[in-house]
């Protein structure tokens, strides 16, 4: 984890997301916290716990990108889930502890990526190995590349003669190999089959975490099959190298990496938890939202869950829900889960002035995305600020008419607006195209004027 100061931090927020200073402030302090507790004594560290956060606001005005953005700051296990997909224990449906189990998955494959690729050098040395001894196997009085081309060199060995002519001739070889030469020529590989048996199977652990230990109780005991297939040598490179990398990480220390990793530093978040708040006297679908919070309650507060990889401690692992809080309120939630979210902060609605900046200044802006997208075609577009006012009003005004959607609502206006320019594109003549003010305000005007089209357009 990057040691950065929550200043710090709120400037790279700001590169990506506009506004919602009180958020990335709470955000970063929390973050901050984390390496607070990594410099304490070892006999309070583990007393210490994470001040969990709420962020309560409309859709659109940034809660998920600022959790996003976080982890990847700080390259910190993340994993995003909807509270609406959890049932209660005895329903059908996700159990709560999957949310573990599934940060855990993707911290393991993206450290096993990365360890794949640190061994990457020494898997293609040991690839390119076997490739020689493909193509020239021991005994063999004479090499032909086969399929000769034109200015193709033609080899004959006598393997009998001495040791070292067969040397000389491999490295020859591993020259041609490596300039490319072979890349057209054909082997005969064999190749694992990796297809095993699906099976599914109910349990209180979850289907999704049986399903995986069935598969891969399965597939070590089933033998292992193997076809032989014929490949070009630069596909069949590639094969080998994958599968001496595979050979090559070391799956132990991957593993106690991603467990110490995800208990340390893992930040899950939860979103929509507003829908699992139900009011008392609730009929129907309501019965089950406070016994979701109930199975939330043991994860948030600190306890220990069983993955096919081994048991993580949730003690420590940073836990940001969200919702938008219309007919509830975060107070409507049980007193115990309440407790575990002491941090509520409240997220500003956008207007005009943020929507001008949210196209305009992030390092992803999105009228960059637009111009970036139209470069491939070779033409290239212009925003006049007065376009670009314009748009950020439009916006402002139909939120207010309609559904607040946030930010989400510039994806509607822009998409509608540079449809003619997206289609035609490929076949346009004039490769500078202008969008001004009077240019949008004529392509949105009839939407804009006529409210049950916006409703249904935009």
Do not use: C
Not at 116 to 122: A, D, R
Not at 211 to 221: A, L, Q, R
Not at 374 to 392: M, P, S
Not at 440 to 445: F, N, T, Y
Request: glycine share 6%; net charge negative.
């Amino acid at each position: 984890m990057n040691d950065l100061k929550p200043p710090e931090i709120v400037v790279e927020l700001d590169k990506y997301i506009i506004g919602q200073k009180n958020a990335k402030k709470n955000v970063a302090i929390a973050l901050r916290n984390r390496w607070r507790r990594r410099q304490v004594p070892d006999d309070l560290k583990e007393e210490i716990a994470p001040k969990n956060i709420i962020l309560i606001g409309p859709t659109g005005v940034g809660k998920t990108e600022i959790a996003r953005r976080l982890s990847k700051l700080t390259d910190s296990p993340f994993f995003k889930v909807e509270a609406s997909k959890f049932t209660e224990v005895g329903y059908v449906g996700r159990d709560v502890e999957s949310m573990i189990r599934d940060i855990v998955e993707l911290t393991v494959n993206k450290l096993k990526g990365l360890e794949k690729e640190s061994v990457k050098g020494k898997a293609l040395e040991n690839a390119e190995e076997q490739m020689l001894d493909l193509l020239l196997p021991k005994g063999k009085e004479e090499f032909s590349m086969g399929n000769e081309e034109p200015g193709d060199t033609h080899i004959e060995i006598v393997t009998d003669s001495s040791t070292d002519t067969r040397s000389n001739t491999r490295e020859k070889l591993r020259t041609m190999l490596r300039k490319g030469k072979l890349d057209k020529r054909y082997v005969e590989l064999d190749i694992s089959d990796k297809s095993t048996p699906m099976v599914e199977v109910f349990s209180n652990v979850g289907m999704e975490e049986m399903g995986i230990n069935f598969k891969d109780m399965f597939g070590s005991i089933m033998p292992k099959n193997t076809r032989r297939r014929r490949l070009k040598v630069a596909e069949a490179m590639e094969l080998i190298a994958a599968e001496e990398a595979q050979g090559l990480v070391d799956m132990d220390k991957v593993v106690k990496n991603s467990l110490e990793k995800v208990e340390q530093s893992g930040i899950i978040f939860i979103d929509e938890v507003d829908k699992i708040t139900g009011k008392e006297g609730g009929h129907g679908p309501d019965v089950s939202r406070e016994g979701v919070q109930r199975d939330l309650l043991p994860i948030v507060e600190g306890s220990t869950v069983t993955t096919k990889y081994g048991t993580v401690k949730t003690d420590h692992i940073l836990f940001i829900a969200s919702g938008a809080f219309h007919t509830v309120k975060p107070s409507d939630l049980i007193p115990e889960l309440q407790g575990r979210f002491p941090i509520r902060v409240e997220l500003n609605s956008l207007g005009k002035d943020e929507f001008y900046k949210i196209l305009t200044e992030p390092k992803n802006a999105l009228l960059l995305q637009y111009i970036a997208l139209l470069r491939t075609e070779d033409v290239e577009i212009v925003f006049e600020d007065d376009a670009v006012v314009e748009i950020a009003r439009i916006a402002e005004d139909v939120n207010n008419r309609t559904e607040n959607i946030g930010a989400r609502r510039l994806h509607t206006l822009m998409e509608h607006l540079l449809e003619d320019v997206l289609f035609e594109a490929p076949d346009i003549e004039e490769k500078k195209v202008i969008i001004d003010g009077d240019y949008v305000s004529r392509k949105l005007k009839d939407i804009v004027e006529d409210e049950d089209l916006s409703r249904f357009i935009l």
